[in-house]
Protein backbone atom coordinates (compact mmCIF):
# COMPACT_ATOMS: atom_id res chain seq x y z
CA UNK A 1 0.00 0.00 0.00
CA UNK A 2 2.72 2.51 0.34
CA UNK A 3 3.51 1.87 -3.04
CA UNK A 4 -0.11 2.77 -4.00
CA UNK A 5 0.06 5.74 -1.39
CA UNK A 6 3.55 7.56 -3.21
CA UNK A 7 1.99 6.99 -6.87
CA UNK A 8 -1.13 9.44 -5.77
CA UNK A 9 1.13 11.48 -4.16
CA UNK A 10 3.41 11.48 -7.32
CA UNK A 11 0.04 12.55 -9.11
CA UNK A 12 -0.85 9.11 -10.56
CA UNK A 13 -4.27 8.00 -10.63
CA UNK A 14 -5.32 5.44 -8.09
CA UNK A 15 -6.32 3.06 -11.05
CA UNK A 16 -3.11 3.11 -13.12
CA UNK A 17 -0.96 2.92 -9.88
CA UNK A 18 -3.35 -0.46 -8.46
CA UNK A 19 -2.85 -1.63 -11.93
CA UNK A 20 1.26 -1.09 -11.71
CA UNK A 21 1.61 -2.75 -8.45
CA UNK A 22 -0.13 -5.57 -9.50
CA UNK A 23 1.93 -6.12 -12.77
CA UNK A 24 4.91 -5.59 -10.51
CA UNK A 25 3.62 -8.16 -8.01
CA UNK A 26 3.75 -5.61 -4.90
CA UNK A 27 -0.62 -6.64 -4.31
CA UNK A 28 -1.72 -10.63 -4.41
CA UNK A 29 -3.59 -11.56 -7.44
CA UNK A 30 -6.79 -10.44 -6.09
CA UNK A 31 -5.60 -6.77 -5.29
CA UNK A 32 -8.56 -6.48 -2.88
CA UNK A 33 -6.23 -8.80 -0.64
CA UNK A 34 -4.29 -6.05 0.02
CA UNK A 35 -6.10 -2.80 -0.97
CA UNK A 36 -9.17 -4.06 1.75
CA UNK A 37 -6.82 -3.59 4.45
CA UNK A 38 -6.97 -6.84 6.29
CA UNK A 39 -3.45 -7.86 6.01
CA UNK A 40 -2.58 -4.21 7.61
CA UNK A 41 -5.15 -4.89 10.50
CA UNK A 42 -3.84 -8.59 11.36
CA UNK A 43 0.03 -7.10 11.80
CA UNK A 44 -1.48 -4.08 13.58
CA UNK A 45 -3.56 -6.78 15.86
CA UNK A 46 0.15 -8.94 16.41
CA UNK A 47 0.98 -5.28 18.13
CA UNK A 48 -1.46 -4.76 20.03
CA UNK A 49 -1.42 -8.22 21.58
CA UNK A 50 1.58 -7.88 22.71
CA UNK A 51 1.38 -5.22 23.76
CA UNK A 52 -1.35 -6.88 26.05
CA UNK A 53 -4.38 -5.87 23.95
CA UNK A 54 -7.25 -8.63 24.20
CA UNK A 55 -8.17 -8.01 20.52
CA UNK A 56 -9.50 -10.12 18.70
CA UNK A 57 -9.95 -9.11 14.15
CA UNK A 58 -13.46 -8.34 14.20
CA UNK A 59 -12.54 -5.64 16.96
CA UNK A 60 -10.35 -3.67 14.40
CA UNK A 61 -12.04 -1.32 12.53
CA UNK A 62 -10.86 -1.65 8.65
CA UNK A 63 -11.33 1.03 6.29
CA UNK A 64 -10.95 -0.44 2.74
CA UNK A 65 -9.60 1.16 -0.77
CA UNK A 66 -12.65 0.55 -2.88
CA UNK A 67 -16.44 1.19 -2.12
CA UNK A 68 -18.73 -1.78 -1.07
CA UNK A 69 -20.26 -2.22 -4.30
CA UNK A 70 -17.08 -3.44 -6.11
CA UNK A 71 -16.47 -6.45 -3.26
CA UNK A 72 -18.39 -8.40 -5.02
CA UNK A 73 -16.94 -8.59 -8.31
CA UNK A 74 -14.56 -10.67 -10.34
CA UNK A 75 -10.97 -9.32 -10.46
CA UNK A 76 -11.31 -8.58 -14.31
CA UNK A 77 -14.53 -6.84 -13.23
CA UNK A 78 -13.06 -5.08 -10.25
CA UNK A 79 -9.78 -3.65 -12.16
CA UNK A 80 -11.87 -2.04 -14.93
CA UNK A 81 -13.85 -0.29 -12.11
CA UNK A 82 -11.42 1.05 -10.39
CA UNK A 83 -11.11 4.09 -12.45
CA UNK A 84 -14.48 4.76 -11.16
CA UNK A 85 -12.85 5.56 -8.05
CA UNK A 86 -9.64 8.05 -9.41
CA UNK A 87 -11.55 11.54 -8.82
CA UNK A 88 -12.64 10.67 -5.33
CA UNK A 89 -8.79 9.78 -4.57
CA UNK A 90 -7.51 12.64 -6.76
CA UNK A 91 -9.63 14.72 -4.39
CA UNK A 92 -8.58 13.48 -0.88
CA UNK A 93 -4.74 13.99 -2.61
CA UNK A 94 -5.73 17.59 -3.31
CA UNK A 95 -7.29 18.45 0.01
CA UNK A 96 -3.92 16.65 1.61
CA UNK A 97 -1.55 18.58 -0.24
CA UNK A 98 -3.49 22.05 0.25
CA UNK A 99 -2.68 21.49 4.08
CA UNK A 100 1.08 20.29 3.84
CA UNK A 101 0.10 16.51 4.01
CA UNK A 102 -0.01 13.59 2.01
CA UNK A 103 -2.25 9.97 2.15
CA UNK A 104 -0.89 7.14 3.85
CA UNK A 105 -2.44 3.65 4.76
CA UNK A 106 -1.84 3.04 8.43
CA UNK A 107 -2.72 1.54 11.64
CA UNK A 108 -3.50 3.12 15.19
CA UNK A 109 -2.82 0.89 18.24
CA UNK A 110 -4.26 2.83 20.70
CA UNK A 111 -3.93 0.98 24.16
CA UNK A 112 -5.83 1.18 26.89
CA UNK A 113 -4.94 4.22 29.08
CA UNK A 114 -2.18 3.56 32.51
CA UNK A 115 -4.69 3.86 34.88
CA UNK A 116 -7.14 1.34 33.14
CA UNK A 117 -9.62 3.13 31.92
CA UNK A 118 -10.72 2.21 28.40
CA UNK A 119 -10.17 -0.94 26.24
CA UNK A 120 -7.87 0.55 23.86
CA UNK A 121 -8.96 0.52 20.28
CA UNK A 122 -7.10 -0.79 16.68
CA UNK A 123 -8.16 1.33 13.35
CA UNK A 124 -6.45 0.71 9.88
CA UNK A 125 -7.20 3.17 6.74
CA UNK A 126 -6.14 6.04 5.14
CA UNK A 127 -4.86 9.29 6.49
CA UNK A 128 -3.51 12.66 6.04
CA UNK A 129 -0.37 12.92 7.79
CA UNK A 130 2.23 15.70 7.61
CA UNK A 131 4.23 15.56 4.87
CA UNK A 132 7.54 16.40 6.37
CA UNK A 133 6.72 13.29 9.22
CA UNK A 134 8.35 10.06 9.38
CA UNK A 135 5.39 8.56 8.00
CA UNK A 136 4.83 11.11 5.57
CA UNK A 137 8.50 10.94 4.19
CA UNK A 138 8.00 7.27 3.05
CA UNK A 139 8.47 5.96 0.11
CA UNK A 140 7.73 3.22 -2.34
CA UNK A 141 7.21 0.12 -0.95
CA UNK A 142 8.85 0.96 2.85
CA UNK A 143 7.59 0.57 5.97
CA UNK A 144 7.85 1.84 9.27
CA UNK A 145 6.15 1.66 13.41
CA UNK A 146 5.88 4.87 15.46
CA UNK A 147 5.60 4.47 18.69
CA UNK A 148 4.17 7.86 20.65
CA UNK A 149 4.53 7.36 24.57
CA UNK A 150 4.80 9.69 27.34
CA UNK A 151 8.78 9.56 26.64
CA UNK A 152 8.32 10.16 22.88
CA UNK A 153 5.28 12.59 23.01
CA UNK A 154 6.35 15.55 20.93
CA UNK A 155 8.30 13.04 18.32
CA UNK A 156 7.63 9.51 17.79
CA UNK A 157 10.79 6.03 17.97
CA UNK A 158 10.65 5.33 14.55
CA UNK A 159 11.49 1.87 13.95
Known sequence: LGYVMSG?????SFSAVVGKAK?????????RDDLGGVDVARKAL??????GMALELSDVVVEPLYTPE???????????????LD????????????????????ANVRPPA???TGGG??????VAVPASSPLGTLSGSDNLVEIY?????????VL
Do not use: C, H, M, N
Not at 8 to 12: I, N, P, T
Not at 46 to 51: D, G, K, N
Open 8 to 12: LQAGE
Open 23 to 31: ELGYTEPDP
Open 46 to 51: ILARTL
Open 70 to 84: LAELSVPDFLAALPT
Open 87 to 106: AAFAAKVAAAAAEGKVLRYA
Open 114 to 116: ADG
Open 121 to 126: SLKVGL
Open 149 to 157: SQWYAATPL
